[in-house]
């Protein structure tokens, strides 16, 4: 099979983790088929060398920033560690921070999630809140450990995209329900960025860098759980899946005629996604 024949491929940075006395990367099954409903192809990277980032690049056609129980280090963004209880992740910290300015400079379509999406404002400047239960005009935006995930990961509040934006124009609507199991999130956004949505209480639950060239959207809550079963989620994987296949095309060369690939997903691009970079 010719490449032009392969679906794109997406790029999920793994994550770090201890099995008993041994480190391993891993990456939630859930991305990964997040990724494939999307029509993509997900490879999971290790920790790269920055002298590695230029050929990871070269391969992709999408990168996808997951969600994690780990915290994006607060030394990123000036500060000191609030809760020590909570698990970081320095290793995913240090190379996917450096990434993210190139994976948005080279205009290469992102999906951002949950830790992905705090990493992107910090990559570019931000800040973060750590502890949004704890800060007054704030609702507890945490999940219960003790229910099961489909409870977690269950509708937990309202959502309302910003009219004429991004995100609504790929939902079809300013107003759906989203889940919600974080405790950090935005403080400040970094220069560049737009809020996309918001939560009942303020806080920023989607934002997009409208200068960088390629399709970028980065959410707090968590699409990819029963994507398949979620309309609003459909509709994001699709706008993100027929990103990926437009650079797939633009710099691969376009599919032949007879290599039809399979329909995943159905979505119909708003007029700002069409001829994206």
């Known amino acids: 099979m010719s490449t032009h024949q392969q679906p794109p491929i997406v790029l999920v940075p793994a994550c770090n983790r201890m099995l008993g006395e041994h480190p ?7 991305y990964l088929e997040a990724v494939r409903l999307a029509g993509a192809l997900p490879l999971v990277v290790p920790r790269a ?8 690049l070269a391969l ?4 996808l920033l997951t969600g994690s129980p780990s915290n994006v280090h607060p030394r990123h963004f000036g500060e000191d560690v ?8 320095p290793q995913r910290d240090d190379w996917t921070l450096p990434l993210i300015p190139m994976i948005l400079a080279r205009g290469l379509p992102l999906l951002a999630i949950c830790r992905g999406a705090q990493e992107v404002n910090v990559a570019l400047g931000g800040t973060l809140h750590q502890a949004v239960q704890e800060l007054g005009p704030y609702a ?13 990961y269950g509708p937990a509040h309202p959502l309302h995209a910003v009219p004429g934006g991004l995100l609504s124009g790929i939902v079809g609507r300013e107003d759906f329900e989203v889940n919600s199991v974080h405790g950090q ?10 809020a996309e949505a918001h939560a ?3 806080l920023v639950e989607a934002f997009t860098q409208p200068a960088a060239p390629g399709f970028n959207l980065c959410v707090q809550w ?11 989620s459909m509709r994001l994987l699709g706008a993100f899946g027929l990103a990926v296949r437009q650079y797939r095309d633009r710099v691969r060369g376009p599919l032949p005629a007879a290599a039809a690939e399979p329909s995943v997903v159905t979505f119909t691009a708003p007029h700002s996604l069409t001829g994206a970079k």
């Open 140 to 152: 507890d935006h945490r999940a219960d450990d003790e229910q099961p995930a489909a409870v977690q």
């Open 49 to 56: 060398e920055p002298e590695e980032f230029e050929t990871l």
């Open 200 to 202: 009942p209480d303020g």
């Open 185 to 194: 999130a935005v403080n400040r956004l970094a220069p560049g960025l737009r």
């Open 60 to 63: 992709a056609d999408g990168v």
């Open 24 to 30: 391993f990367h891993i990456a939630g099954r859930k």
């Open 222 to 232: 968590h699409p990819e759980w029963r994507a398949s079963e979620n309309p609003a």
């Open 82 to 89: 609030h809760d020590p209880a909570l698990p970081l992740d």
